[in-house]
Nanobody, 124 residues
Framework: QVQLVESGGGVVQAGGSLRLSCVAS????????MGWFRQTPGKEREFVAA????????LYAESVKGRFTISRDNARNTVHLQMNSLKPEDTAIYYC?????????????????WGQGTQVTVSS
């Protein structure tokens, strides 16, 4: 069992930056693919970024490529999402997720564990 706790959300003006963090419990964190997703009311959960256990492989959604950076620190059981040049359309609840199987997946259904989410609001 893995428990995920996100932090770092908040309110920021367009063009600003935020850094989200997700701390995982459990000793097998380094073996999981980690992902970030986001969701707004009335819409499906949307893939943002994913990182392999070794950080050798990284995948981004086209909408955030060049602005967001995912990273992980296996020694601290932590994954980060650095978000720069934020836009109002980035406003959402952001979720951290862990996937036991190999491969960087964009489908939320392929992730096994989820955090409770952290709100990011970008004002124009």
């Amino acid at each position: 069992q893995v428990q995920l706790v996100e932090s770092g959300g908040g309110v920021v003006q367009a063009g600003g930056s935020l850094r989200l963090s997700c701390v995982a419990s459990g000793r097998t964190f380094s073996s999981y693919v980690m992902g970030w997703f986001r969701q707004t009311p009335g819409k499906e959960r949307e893939f943002v970024a994913a990182i392999s256990w070794s950080a050798e492989y990284i995948l981004y959604a086209e909408s955030v490529k060049g602005r967001f950076t995912i990273s992980r620190d296996n020694a601290r059981n932590t994954v980060h999402l650095q978000m720069n040049s934020l836009k109002p359309e980035d406003t959402a609840i952001y979720y951290c997720a862990a996937r036991q199987n190999y491969g960087l997946e964009q489908r939320p259904s392929t992730y096994d564990y989820w955090g409770q989410g952290t709100q990011v609001t970008v004002s124009s």
